[in-house]
C-alpha cells in the first residue's frame, strides 16, 4: 500500500494539502505526458518549487511500512 493510498482514505481526518497536487500529477501521468512538464506545469499551478512537487510525489508514491502505520508503545 502507498502513502497516497492512506492518506487518500482518511482525507477528512488528515486533511492533507497535497492531495490535488498528487490527483493532477497522476491525471497527467495517465494521459501519458512528459514528467518535466508534468513538474513544470504542477510547480507553476501551485506555486511551489519543481523540486518541492518532485519531493512531494517521491513520498507520496512511497510503500507504507508497518512502522509508519503503528503508533508506538507507550
Not at 2 to 31: Q, S, T, V
Not at 37 to 59: D, F, G, Q, T, W
Amino acid at each position: 500500500m502507498k502513502i497516497y493510498e492512506i492518506i487518500a482514505f482518511n482525507r477528512e481526518i488528515l486533511d492533507h494539502k497535497h492531495l490535488p497536487l498528487y490527483n493532477d500529477y497522476r491525471a497527467m501521468k495517465a494521459r501519458r505526458e512528459k514528467m518535466t512538464y508534468i513538474v513544470a506545469v504542477l510547480a507553476e499551478r501551485y506555486a511551489v518549487s519543481e523540486r518541492k512537487v518532485y519531493n512531494i510525489i517521491a513520498h507520496l508514491e512511497k510503500d507504507c511500512t508497518e512502522r509508519a502505520v503503528i503508533p508506538p508503545p507507550e
